[in-house]
């Protein structure tokens, strides 16, 4: 499974991106998929997961503002981000997962919170 990661960019606090993630294959759909994000200088974090059952979890830092979703259709997961805050800035990636391991990763795309 390959995975490619678009939608990042420069916000103003406050703002809201959404990110994607697109997968090759045709075995998307039995995947749990997990954003991580990897701020400055710090390691990486996960941030939230669906399962194949569209089952979500999430950090703390981001419940209530972030939310993951899935499109077994188009073999894509997306990370809605609203309320974004600088210490949200990070290079965001996104993960299968396998028997609760991150397996494939895709390259990231920076999200950059100004204040």
């Known amino acids: 499974v390959q995975l490619v990661e678009s939608g990042g960019g420069l916000v103003q606090a406050g703002g809201s991106l959404r990110l994607s993630c697109a997968a090759s294959g045709s075995t998307f759909s039995i995947y749990h998929m997990t954003w991580y994000r990897q701020p400055p200088g710090k390691q990486r974090e996960w941030v939230a997961t669906?399962?194949?059952?569209?089952?979500?979890g999430y950090a703390a830092s981001v419940k209530g503002r972030f939310t993951i979703s899935r499109d077994n259709t188009k073999n894509t997961v997306y990370l809605e981000m609203n309320s974004l805050k600088p210490e949200d800035t990070a290079v965001y990636y996104c993960?299968?997962?396998?028997?609760?391991?991150?397996?494939?990763w895709g390259q990231g795309t920076q999200v950059t919170v100004s204040s």
């Open positions: 993960a299968t997962m396998v028997v609760g391991q991150p397996s494939n």
């Open positions: 669906i399962t194949s059952g569209y089952i979500t």
